[in-house]
């Protein structure tokens, strides 16, 4: 397995605008899942792209993966201060371990 | 129906102590891993337990030992504990599908200060 890098490392916007994420990895992988954190939740699965889709949503996340850059992204639109968080990205090649970076920590201001 | 659950919540240990941390995994799961966060960074994979064997492991040092239950249960045993080892310590569990990807539940994890 690999860890993705995510960029920027932090993140500061106000509530209701969007929020745009990136992810790099380096080798192939089956599969891609974003990851939040925080204090209140702690750490939840958020969504999974597989290696053959190029774009997921799910309520206001929007994944987009291009494998021939390795690169995904995680956009989250009209954000809430809820969403206060760090966000990773993992890509994954085999079942099992999962391999977490450093995060992206998005803090959003009423 | 109860998610993941980790105890103790928090726990001050001195240098060169052992220290036990438990974990049950969410209701119907059988595959329990375990990870280290240090302040500021990532979760860092330290082992994974299936069927009461360690099946994969992390770049983590024989200090670093786990067993599994016939429940499923989970401990996570850390010996000759340094000031390093002062980390956030989660357990995530899963159900094993034979598929290349099971969705890992965290838990809240145990806060673990070294002195």
Redesign the interface.
Known sequence: ?Q?GEEDPQALSIQEGENATMNCSYKTSI??LQWYRQNSGR????LI?IRSNEREKHSGRLRVTLDTSKKSSSLLITASRAADTA?Y?CVP?D??????????TQVVVTP | DAGVTQSPTHLIKTRGQQVTLRCSPKSGHDTV?W?QQAL??????IF?YYEEEE??R?NFPDRFSGHQFPNYSSELNVNALLLGDSALY?C?SSLESG???????????TRLTVL
């Open positions: 397995s860890q089956n599969n702690g750490l939840v699965h999974l760090s990773f994954t085999s079942w099992g371990k999962l391999q977490f970076g450093a995060g | 891993s990870y500021g960074q990532g979760p860092q994979f994974q099946r994969q992390g989660l995530a598929d290349s990807y099971n969705e890992q539940f965290f838990g809240p994890g």
